[in-house]
């Protein structure tokens, strides 16, 4: 069995800049396996958003190459580079994106519901992700009458009710005070251990990045493991 979920190799990434150009990466190479943590620290501006964003099929590189459970991603039209996304593929972010009209639980059945679950199994399972990140009781709150660290464990909940082998994360700590950051860190490491989901976080928090297996740093458009 091959365990490799995400495999990229040999990433350049340019952008047009005025008449010139701008080399954000300039050969990127990064292996995760199922059941991985690891994290990204590096400078602001250092590209690792622009890295991440590869990974995850949300843009396409210069040069290189990203494959997802094997599957290159480049020749894939969008359908079949949506499926994988799905198939494969958790989101958090530094803010949470979620829609503000709908409940906690409704946030979190939302990925399930655009797969065309059926809505009383997608609120079953939803339920249940809010449960596993301490939020039972809070799944009828709409975001606006949650806290920031509540919001975050939501986003993280919607990330992972999919059961996505790997969980791409920017920052998702970075918009929280100290404390609770710590606490969203430890949920995920947590949901990492139980459900054996990959993680892939993107930080400027050294405690957390300590707490990965693995740690990448992103310095002059180069990936440096440390
Ligand atoms: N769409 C874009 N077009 C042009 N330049 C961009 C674009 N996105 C990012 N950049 C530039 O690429 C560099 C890296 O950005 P980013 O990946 O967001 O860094 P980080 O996430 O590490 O802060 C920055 O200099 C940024 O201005
Ligand atoms: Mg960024």
Request: hydrophobic share 40%; aromatic share 4%; glycine share 10%.
């Amino acid at each position: 069995m091959n365990d490799t979920v995400l495999a990229a190799d040999g990433l350049i990434k340019r952008y047009q800049e005025g008449q010139g150009e701008l080399e954000v990466l300039s050969g990127v190479n990064l292996t995760v396996r199922r059941g991985d943590t690891a994290a990204i620290v590096g400078a602001s501006g250092s590209g690792k958003s622009t890295l991440l964003n590869l990974l995850g099929g949300l843009d396409t590189p210069s040069e290189g190459s990203v494959a997802i459970g094997g599957q290159p991603l480049a020749g894939l039209n969008d359908r079949g580079l949506g499926r994988i996304r799905n198939h494969y593929l958790g989101f958090v972010y530094q803010f949470h994106h979620l829609l503000p009209e709908f409940t906690a639980l409704e946030n979190v059945a939302m990925p399930l519901l655009i797969r065309r679950l059926r809505p009383a199994e997608a609120r079953e399972r939803a339920a249940r992700l809010l449960d596993q990140v301490g939020l039972a009781a809070r799944a009828t709150h709409k975001p606006a009458m949650l806290s920031g660290g509540e919001r975050q464990r939501v986003a993280i909940a919607r990330a992972l009710v999919t059961d996505p082998a790997l969980v791409l994360a920017d920052e998702p700590t970075g918009n929280l005070d100290e404390r609770t950051a710590d606490q969203v860190q430890e949920l995920m490491l947590d949901l990492n251990q139980r459900l054996g989901t990959a993680l892939l976080i993107v930080t400027h928090d050294h405690r957390i990045a300590g707490r990965c297996q693995t740690r990448h740093e992103l310095h002059e458009g180069l990936l440096r493991t440390f």
